[in-house]
């Protein structure tokens, strides 16, 4: 257990929806880090949040967005969700936003019909 | 950040140690190796990581070569639970951002 929660495990929507997952980071870690991984891209790195503030982006595209909220948790929201968004998404959580190891959740795995 | 090179596919015997490569050349030196390994599907689970020199914890040994254009992963005596995809990771940080960029890896099979 990696002490990282993700909510909800499975989720399925249809096109057009827009839904949002959860992260609970693992207890004293600051950073957040977002990961969606489908079967012809592999892992893709989304964003980074450390202690509230957005750090980095990746290939986030613009109907997704994120947040980290002043307790440290952390919601993606998908908004006009399309087939191909369908996919695992996956939190992390490191103490720092530095060289330290990130510690990954075990994913939301979204379908989207 | 610096490029990975990892086989695509290994096999290892069970019980025997599985030694995977890893080629990172154009890795500065302050940058850090990481190991994390995927098993079918659940999350990325990091293993070791190391700037220079040896490292060993419960789980696996990192080797990297004196000019740290190279390293290998050890798991001592392998066992089924170990299959899973092995990822070599030299991550970006800079300007206060940190990124872990997951490549292909390589998925090693452990053989009973």
């Known amino acids: 257990d990696s002490g990282v929660t993700q909510t909800p495990k499975h989720l399925i929507t249809a096109t057009g929806q827009r839904v949002t997952l959860r992260c609970s980071p693992r207890?004293?870690?600051?950073?957040v880090y977002w990961y969606q991984q489908s079967l012809d891209q592999g892992l893709q790195f989304l964003i980074q949040y450390y202690n509230g503030e957005e750090r980095a982006k990746g290939n986030i595209l613009e109907r997704f967005s994120a947040q980290q909220f002043p307790d440290l948790h952390s919601e993606l929201n998908l908004s006009s969700l399309e087939l191909g968004d369908s996919a695992l998404y996956f939190c992390?959580?490191?103490?720092?936003?530095?060289?330290?190891?990130?510690?990954f959740g075990n994913g939301t795995r979204l379908t989207v019909t | 950040d610096a490029k990975t090179t990892q086989p695509t596919s290994m096999d290892c015997a069970e019980g025997r140690a599985a030694n995977l490569p890893c080629n990172h050349s154009t890795i500065s030196g302050n940058e850090y190796v990481y190991w994390y390994r995927q098993i079918h599907s659940q999350g990325p689970q990091y293993i070791i990581h190391g700037l220079k020199n040896n490292e060993t914890n419960e789980m696996a040994s990192l080797i990297i070569t004196e000019d740290r254009k190279s390293s290998t992963l050890i798991l001592p005596h392998a066992t089924l639970r170990d299959t899973a995809v092995y990822y070599c990771?030299?991550?970006?940080?800079?300007?206060?951002?940190?990124?872990?960029?997951f490549g292909k890896g390589t998925k090693l099979s452990v053989i009973p």
């Open positions: 992390a959580s490191s103490v720092r936003g530095d060289n330290s190891p990130l510690h």
């Open positions: 990771i030299v991550p970006y940080s800079g300007a206060g951002s940190y990124q872990l960029t």
């Open positions: 207890s004293g870690d600051l950073s």
